[in-house]
């Protein structure tokens, strides 16, 4: 290859796109969902060089979408965040765009498919009436982006789209942000299966324990703790 790799060769190149495992991914509002593939996205952000270069991309991309502020969704995508924001701020020159993060938070404990985003008293003033980009690392469900959008929305500010660097489910999330845009640097289709239909499991396939959400699948799902008995994980 004689010219500069693309963003996918990048990503190939620092492992963190996983293929032919068992994974449990994050929980949604229609429960667990399990895969043979994953986006690791921790192995973009430790990148700082690789994120910049993501960062520089997105920004030339969306030349055209104005904003005040970039919103990120702790912890995963404050990194990420703050990158696009430092881009867009010296592609402008002559102002800063901030950089903000919401936290998550669990209304009932016991359910982690259920949760909502909120920002700090000190942060609601840089939103309200502000035009903000949401920042998002990997879009799965679309739901984190989804809430996130909800949390601008509701201490005044105006969602102008979001911008992730990888989108995991095509058409299927940029239909769910709807009226808002997804801006994905990279898109890669990932076939899941609902918990109670994983073929995986049906077969007995071992779930990795290293990456995804199977701890707290565990800890949580009927069929994760009936999982850990069955296999003795500790």
């Known amino acids: 290859m004689t010219g500069p790799k693309s963003l996918a060769e990048l990503f190939a190149d620092a492992g963190a796109i996983v293929t032919g495992s068992h994974m449990v991914y994050t929980p949604k509002e229609g429960g667990w969902f399990h895969g043979s593939e994953y986006v690791n996205k ?21 030349v055209g979408v ?5 919103a990120a969704p702790a912890v995963g995508a404050i990194f990420w965040g703050g990158l696009l924001a430092l881009a867009r701020s010296e592609f402008l020159k002559d102002r800063e765009i901030l950089a903000l993060y919401a936290e998550k938070e669990y209304p009932n404990p016991e359910d982690k498919s259920q949760f909502i985003f909120t920002f700090r008293k000190p942060y609601q003033a840089d939103i309200k009436g502000k035009r903000i980009l949401i920042a998002e690392d990997v879009a799965n ?28 489910s095509g058409q299927k999330v ?47 799902s009927d069929l994760g703790k009936a999982w850990k008995i069955k296999y003795n994980i500790q």
């Open 141 to 168: 469900s679309g739901m984190s982006a989804k809430k996130m959008i909800e949390a601008v929305e509701k201490v005044g500010g105006i969602v102008q789209g979001v911008a992730a660097i990888c989108n995991r």
């Open 42 to 62: 921790d192995m973009i952000s430790k990148h700082p060089f690789l994120l910049s270069t993501c960062a520089r991309e997105m920004v030339n991309r969306t």
């Open 66 to 70: 104005l904003y005040d502020v970039v």
């Open 174 to 220: 940029r239909d769910f942000l709807q009226p808002h845009t997804l801006y994905p640097l990279i898109d890669v289709s990932m076939k899941m299966w609902h918990e109670s239909e994983c073929p995986l499991c049906k077969q007995g396939v071992p779930i990795n324990m290293t990456l995804g959400k199977a701890k707290d699948w565990m800890a949580t």
